[in-house]
């Protein structure tokens, strides 16, 4: 079993910053991949970014230019950190882990990111 604790969420104005965290423990294997996802009230869940053990990443489109996703190893924690934030970025960001991208198994129990003026 993995657990997936995150932190960092909050309310932003628009334009503004946030950082997330996402710390793993438990049975961690390597390689791996981490990565976050969000769903918004009355949407499906969609992936934000994810990465690989060796740095391998991915992104959305809606979120090209604006978030970074990276991680710490040694510490098996993923950082998102996002810029000119919307208000359509507003969404409950899910921390997930899994040995690779399509086998994204575990799950935190996410962070509540408003970005409202």
């Known amino acids: 079993q993995v657990q997936l604790v995150e932190s960092g969420g909050g309310l932003v104005q628009p334009g503004g910053s946030l950082r997330l965290s996402c710390a793993a423990s438990?049975?961690?294997?390597?390689?791996?991949?981490m990565g976050w996802y969000r769903q918004a009230p009355g949407k499906q869940r969609e992936l934000v970014a994810r990465?690989?053990?060796?740095?391998?990443?991915n992104y959305a489109d809606s979120v090209k230019g604006r978030f970074t996703i990276s991680r710490d190893n040694a510490k098996n924690t993923v950082y998102l950190q996002m810029n000119a934030l919307k208000p359509e970025d507003t969404a409950v960001y899910y921390c997930?882990?899994?040995?690779?991208?399509?086998?994204?198994?575990?799950w935190g129990e996410g962070t509540l990111v408003t970005v409202s003026s």
């Open positions: 990465i690989t053990s060796g740095g391998i990443t």
């Open positions: 997930s882990y899994g040995r690779t991208f399509f086998a994204m198994n575990y």
């Open positions: 438990g049975s961690i294997v390597s390689p791996n991949a």
